[in-house]
């Protein structure tokens, strides 16, 4: 059932031992009589690849004069019905009577037509056209000209034509054009040539669009799918999206689209059946294994979590099997993640904060409409925002001192007098230095009853050399204690050490050493238990040697320490960490792997995770805001749309109030 030379990657088989007129009769006396065996209709279905099915459907016709297709949809009900049946078509009619009824009455859905016609194959898209044309006597490519407009009408057209490039040759001076004009037909152009992103995306090969796709990474220092976002709109924005997500890994693709036709409230069964059914002689194997990589759960278990009845039994045959059983790593995955740290080694990211010096500064004029904005009955709460969210920390800095030499009065006091809750936290924090701010969070995280462990893992595990040492000067000056002394006096064994470590400020900051790298990866497996490298170090040495290499080794030699120990085990360092370890330790060495990998990145999932579900986690929101707001939070902002489809400015909007909200928004810096 594979294509010549390639491995079968579907969940549904050949049914060893056929016999169509067998089954034909199997199924006859399943549904005569009252009532119909479910269960016996969908063992047997399921278990039956879609040929033998096509053939099934010939020998109940030859033997009793009947329509398969309309007895089962006469026996049977609802959503159990709409997968039995899908299941009966051949590919191409069932993508056929999805299309038809995406376009059919008022309203078009254009996501059904949008994931049919950017996963499918050449061949694929032929046979639809064909399959289209013989069911209902209608041009498919005229229906859907007729049913959309614009540019996304114009790319579907392309994509209707099936003749996506082929050929495996990729030329490197086309791949360096083709990024080159996407660039400027969008980042550098104003207004887009959205004919240029149609022309490259429609047509190119797969592997040369792959190519092309980190090419582009590396001369506009952001991927493409940010590009897209930023420069196109719509219905047509989100079919190029598309395109690309099944460029870079259709696997990846409808692994996504399976979780959210089942996360949070209701279940979109119709996309849920639909992939189901396409997939399953394709590639359902490779969109589970990512799914559980990605989702840390198996499609299996969550198909059996939002579905019931014969309609879950028949989608979890199709499945093909419970993935958390096995509880390891998979070969694909392992794949994905070495070419994540490969983009993760050449993309040039040029770091931006949200908050620029303010032009035309002047400190005197500030401190007196803050002075102005504190006297009197009330607060104008908004004069305070209005200076304090537009001006970098060092013009800050001087605004202090131009309020105690004009006023005589202490600026930060005054403001913890006028203010009170979250906006209070949140303009105190501004107003001290980077260094100071830090060594305050981390000081609240230590004294007291109670260590807060995952603030001291977010500041120790992001900060470079030159911060560390701040802090530390920062930490010693306000509290009269070395901070080493603190996180000792705190903290205890292996998760002890990682933070001394880390407070040291004495990480590397040279280049990878290939050979380096190579023996520290080997040190990583065998701490992690996932090689047995000939060693006469002791369990102690070795987790002394992987602390050290995690907590001293330089970014870029650390990303290829961790290319090496994929090659070395076929794992990913940060899902080996996951499984073989627990608690803090796991945590402050997850949180270093995710830093390495992507620091805007890894704050953006602790910005999403700080506002999602009941209640907002202000501390971390606030943290992060402050301290990320001149470095990287633009950065930051990319990765939270890429990463959860929603803005941060929307999710901030939707999860705060008030002067809270307005000083966070501004922080922010724009709606993405």
Known sequence: ?????????????????????????ALYNAMKGFGSDKEAILDLITSRSNKQRVEICQAYKSLYGKDLIADLKYELTGKFERLIVSLMRPPAYSDAKEIKDAIAGIGTDEKCLIEILASRTNQEIHDLVAAYKDAYERDLEADIVGDTSGHFKKMLVVLLQGTRE??????????????????????????????QFIYILGRRSKQHLRLVFDEYLKISGKPIERSIRGELSGDFEKLMLAVVKCIRSTAEYFAERLYKAMKGLGTRDNTLIRIMVSRSE?????????????????????????????????LLKLCGGDDD???????????????????????????????????????????????????????????????????????????????????????????KSELSGSLAKLILGLMLTPAQYDAKQLRKA???????????????????????????KAYQEAYHKRLEDDLSSDTSGHFKRILVSLALGNRDEGPENLTQAHEDAKVVAETLKLADVSSN???????????????????????????????????????????????????????????????????ADKLYKSMKGAGTDERTLTRIMISRSEIDLFNIRGEFIDLFDKSLHHMIEKDTSGDYRKALLTLCGGED
Request: proline fraction near 2%; charged fraction near 30%.
């Open 282 to 314: 394709i590639d359902m194997l490779d969109i589970r294994e990512v799914f559980r990589t990605k989702y840390e759960k198996s499609l299996h278990n969550m198909i059996k979590e939002d579905t019931s009845g014969e309609y879950k039994k028949a």
């Open 537 to 603: 170090d002791s369990s102690d040495s070795l987790e002394t040697r992987f602390l050290s290499i995690l907590c001293t080794r330089s970014y870029p030699h650390l990303r290829r320490v961790f290319q090496e120990f994929i090659k070395l085990t076929n794992h990913d360092v940060e899902h080996a960490i996951r499984k073989r370890m627990s608690g803090d330790v796991r945590d402050a060495f997850l949180a270093i792997v995710r830093s390495v990998k992507n620091k805007p990145a890894f704050f």
């Open 166 to 195: 082929e050929d495996d040759v990729v030329s490197e001076d086309l791949v360096e054009q083709d990024a080159k004009d996407l660039l400027e037909a969008g980042e550098l152009k104003w207004g887009t040539d959205e004919a």
């Open 1 to 25: 059932m594979a294509p010549k030379g390639k491995v079968y990657r579907g969940s549904v088989k050949d049914f060893p031992g056929f016999d169509a007129s067998q089954d034909a009769e």
């Open 325 to 415: 059983a096995a509880g390891e790593f998979f070969p694909e995955a392992a794949q994905v993640a070495y070419r994540m740290w490969e983009l993760s080694a050449v993309a040039k990211v040029e770091l931006r904060g949200t908050v620029q010096p303010a032009g035309s500064f002047n400190d005197d004029g500030d401190a007196q409409v803050l002075r102005k904005a504190m006297k009197g009955l009330g607060t104008d709460e908004g004069a305070i925002i209005e200076v304090m969210t537009k001006r970098s920390n060092a013009q800050r800095q001087q605004i202090l001192k131009a309020y105690k030499a004009h006023y005589g009065r202490d600026l930060m006091a005054d403001l």
């Open 446 to 472: 230590v004294e007291g009853a109670g260590t807060d462990e995952s603030v001291l893992i977010e500041i120790m595990a992001t900060r470079n050399n030159q911060e560390i040492t701040a802090i530390n």
